[in-house]
């Protein structure tokens, strides 16, 4: 079982639609991240947070807003989205930055499927 | 571009048989991570080695990193159908931003 809550499990939303996934974790952890899988692939690596400053962005398109309102909350608002953008997308959230040497490890929630039509 | 490349895509074995799973990676690292994922679900963390380790083991799972080649390998012994699932490495960079970049994974299927 995670400790990494996500909702919601499934959205379908038209291009023109603003929605949002939402992702909550109580374990005191100070760094969060979304990222996006698609079918048999790894995880893409899209936005990582660190106390609650983003902290890197991997030039993902300005239809993709991460939020991160507390320490235990992180949002990614949807806004005109593209069919190819449908896909699993996980939050995850770690104690410190997870590529450091002291090598944290990151907790994923079960993710949200997305599907654009 | 992905920084781990995985080898085999996709392993089959039976159940009691061993699985070796093995990461390559291009830059230097702070450490380097296994995780399993199970299909359509989220990521489970399995074992952590970091840069200056050369070999860890937890329960039936063995990991050994090689810097100098820049490789691991995971070896799942006596494995149960159970295993069946993803695995991916994810290496943690050494590049001034700390991000944990994941693999291509290894489809591993453990038939009864």
């Known amino acids: 079982d995670t400790e990494v809550t996500q909702t919601p499990k499934h959205l379908v939303m038209g291009m023109t639609n603003k929605k949002s996934l939402k992702c909550e974790q109580h374990?005191?952890?100070?760094?969060m991240y979304w990222y996006k899988q698609k079918a048999k692939k790894p995880p893409e690596l899209m936005f990582v947070?660190?106390?609650?400053?983003?902290?890197i962005n991997e030039s993902v398109p300005s239809r993709f807003s991460p939020e991160c309102p507390n320490s235990s909350l992180l949002n990614l608002h949807l806004h005109a989205l593209q069919p190819e953008d449908s896909a699993l997308y996980l939050c995850?959230?770690?104690?410190?930055?997870?590529?450091?040497?002291?090598?944290?490890?990151?907790?994923f929630g079960e993710g949200s499927w997305l599907t654009v039509v | 571009s992905q920084q781990g490349e995985e080898d085999p895509q996709a392993l089959s074995i039976q159940e009691g048989e061993n699985a070796t799973m093995n990461c390559s990676y291009k830059?230097?690292?702070?450490?380097l991570q296994w995780y399993r994922q199970n299909s359509g679900r989220g990521l489970v963390h399995l074992i952590l080695?970091?840069?200056?380790?050369r070999e860890k083991h937890s329960g039936r799972l063995r990991v050994t990193l090689d810097t100098s080649k820049k490789s691991s390998s995971l070896l799942i012994t006596a494995s149960r159908a159970a295993d069946t699932a993803s695995y991916f490495c994810?290496?943690?960079?050494?590049?001034?931003?700390?991000?944990?970049?994941f693999g291509t994974g290894t489809r591993l299927l453990v038939s009864p």
């Open positions: 995850a959230s770690s104690h410190g930055l997870a590529g450091g040497s002291r090598g944290n490890t990151i907790y």
């Open positions: 947070y660190s106390y609650e400053k983003l902290s």
């Open positions: 830059t230097s690292i702070n450490n």
């Open positions: 994810a290496t943690g960079l050494n590049t001034g931003f700390q991000k944990l970049v």
């Open positions: 374990m005191g952890h100070r760094a």
């Open positions: 080695i970091r840069s200056n380790e």
